[in-house]
């Protein structure tokens, strides 16, 4: 069972940056596609990236598409999300997760069998 670790999350103000980190326990080509997941207060949770992890194809949310990056460093067992020109609209809790193929098409938690306990990002106007 792989272990998830969210790293990077903080308060930034509206045009900032982040750059979010998650540290898998094991070598992330084991699962077939590595999610960013996030989740505001009384919204349901929502998939922001995922990376195929044999590949390296890579798809987004329209919402954040052109401001956001997500990359794998296969040597250190990491996966990044780099968030650039935050919006308000984009605080949220950020959650790390491991899934199948299928997680990467949809872009939906359910395809998702493994989860980090997430990082929290607060985007101030």
């Known amino acids: 069972q792989v272990q998830l670790v969210e790293s990077g999350g903080g308060s930034v103000q509206a045009g900032g940056s982040l750059r979010l980190a998650c540290a898998a326990s094991?070598?992330?080509?084991?699962?077939?596609?590595m999610g960013w997941f996030r989740q505001a207060p009384g919204k349901e949770r929502e998939g922001v990236a995922a990376?195929?992890?044999?590949?390296?194809?890579?798809r987004y949310a329209t919402s954040v598409k052109g401001r956001f990056t997500i990359s794998q460093d296969n040597a250190k067992n990491t996966v990044y999300l780099q968030m650039n020109s935050l919006k308000p609209e984009d605080t949220a809790m950020y959650y790390c997760?491991?899934?199948?193929?299928?997680?990467?098409?949809?872009?939906?938690?359910?395809?998702?069998?493994?989860w980090g306990q997430g990082t929290q990002v607060t985007v101030s106007s």
């Open positions: 997760a491991a899934g199948s193929v299928g997680g990467c098409a949809a872009l939906r938690s359910p395809f998702f069998a493994y």
């Open positions: 990376i195929y992890t044999s590949g390296g194809s890579t």
């Open positions: 094991e070598d992330t080509n084991r699962r077939n596609c």
